[in-house]
Every structure is written in structure tokens, then in C-alpha cells.
């Protein structure tokens, strides 16, 4: 069992950085595979970034690729999401959540726990 919590959202205009926290207020996220995912009004969950726990391999959705970057801290017990250039379609409620089993995931029945969401806006 773990439980994830988001923090670092909020209102920023086009161009901006935003970097978005997950951290387990109970467990470790050490053995798991994590992943951030968002959804915008009216729109279904969207797949953004994942690393997974043994190689910190890592893998982007191609609307976000050379402008997000996931990263672990295992150490601190946190995942990170550096957002740069942010543009008004990357408004968003941001999840993060874990999985438990091996390999890249990227679709939301894959993952076992999520956490709460954080609110992106950005204006243009």
C-alpha cells in the first residue's frame, strides 16, 4: 500500500516552468514503477511520463517529449515532473501514480495507486 500525494501545481503563463511533486506519505516507491498522468476539462486521462523503478528508464507521451522530464529520488521518497515551456493545452489536474509490476506502462488500468491530483493552468 502506498499513498501519493501532488504538489507543485498552479497558474503560469505560456512559456513558463512548473516542476510537479509526488510524494508517498505512506510506503516506498522505491519498487515501483511510476507515472504521471493528466486530464483536462472534458477530455479522458492522458498518459504523460513514466520511469520505472529498477533502470530509471523513461518514457513520454510525443506532446510533452523534449519538454518534461520525469525523475525519482528514491532517497527522498519523491517523483518529479520538470514541466518547461508550458503552453495553454498542457492545462490540466496532473496525477501521479504507481505500479507495481515490471516494464513501461502507460494506460491509467495499469497502475495500482494514484494520488489526488495538482491543477496546472496556463494562459496564453
Known amino acids: 500500500q502506498v499513498l501519493l500525494v501532488e504538489s507543485g501545481g498552479g497558474l503560469v503563463q505560456a512559456g513558463d516552468s512548473l516542476r510537479l511533486s509526488c510524494a508517498a506519505s505512506?510506503?516506498?516507491?522505491?519498487?515501483?514503477?511510476m507515472g504521471w498522468f493528466r486530464q483536462a476539462p472534458g477530455k479522458e486521462t492522458e498518459f504523460v511520463a513514466v520511469?520505472?523503478?529498477?533502470?530509471?528508464?523513461?518514457h513520454y507521451a510525443d506532446s510533452v517529449k523534449g519538454r518534461f522530464s520525469i525523475s525519482r529520488d528514491n532517497a527522498e521518497n519523491t517523483v518529479y515532473l520538470q514541466m518547461n515551456n508550458l503552453q495553454p493545452e498542457d492545462t490540466a489536474v496532473y496525477y501521479c501514480?504507481?505500479?507495481?509490476?515490471?516494464?513501461?506502462?502507460?494506460?491509467?488500468?495499469?497502475?495500482?495507486?494514484w494520488g489526488q491530483g495538482t491543477q496546472v493552468t496556463v494562459s496564453s
Open positions: 520511469v520505472v523503478w529498477y533502470s530509471s528508464t523513461t
Open positions: 501514480a504507481a505500479r507495481s509490476a515490471f516494464g513501461i506502462a502507460t494506460t491509467r488500468g495499469e497502475y495500482d495507486y
Open positions: 505512506e510506503g516506498t516507491l522505491r519498487r515501483y514503477t
